[in-house]
């Protein structure tokens, strides 16, 4: 079974509460540096590949 880190942050900017909540999936492949990373790198075949279609 997957077992799940969650963290909960507040965050006041200004006159507004924010509040975060993160899940950390103990089977991840990936971080999610590594993911985002991927996803931007990839933006641009991905963008090619719209206009083609």
């Known amino acids: 079974m997957d077992e ?3 963290c ?3 965050k006041v900017i ?5 509040i975060i909540e ?3 999936s103990s089977t991840a492949k ?8 991927r ?3 990839n ?3 991905n963008l ?3 206009k083609a279609s």
Request: proline share 3%; glycine share 4%.
């Open 8 to 10: 909960v942050t507040q």
């Open 48 to 50: 090619v590949i719209k």
């Open 30 to 37: 990936e971080t999610a540096y590594d993911k985002l990373k």
């Open 22 to 24: 993160s899940a950390v």
């Open 4 to 6: 799940k880190t969650i």
């Open 43 to 45: 933006a641009p075949a």
């Open 14 to 18: 200004g006159d507004t509460l924010y």
């Open 39 to 41: 996803m931007i790198l």
